[in-house]
């Protein structure tokens, strides 16, 4: 695989800041969904399993994504 000029610079500040919007309103959404499928009292538990994986899928993105944040702000 041949990386381009762009694909070996570090994303700017504001690259990192839009993923970090991203993937918070990403988690925000799955959570959101995930409350709903639990309050519904006759729930089918493979829908609410499934939403679950996806919520811990869009909480490590937005770790990383909070991380990559913070390292380039204390780098300032």
């Known amino acids: 695989m041949v990386m ?5 610079e570090s ?3 504001a690259d990192l800041w839009a993923g970090y919007r991203a993937a918070f309103a ?3 959404r799955v959570l959101r969904r995930v409350q709903a499928l639990a309050s519904i009292l006759d729930r089918d538990r493979s829908n ?3 939403a679950s994986l996806e919520l811990e899928r ?7 994504e ?3 944040l913070a390292r380039e702000l204390l780098r300032s």
């Open 4 to 8: 381009t000029t762009m694909q070996c």
């Open 11 to 13: 994303p700017s500040k």
């Open 26 to 28: 990403e988690f925000a």
């Open 48 to 50: 609410l399993a499934a």
């Open 58 to 64: 869009a909480r490590l993105k937005y770790n990383r």
């Open 66 to 68: 909070r991380d990559a």
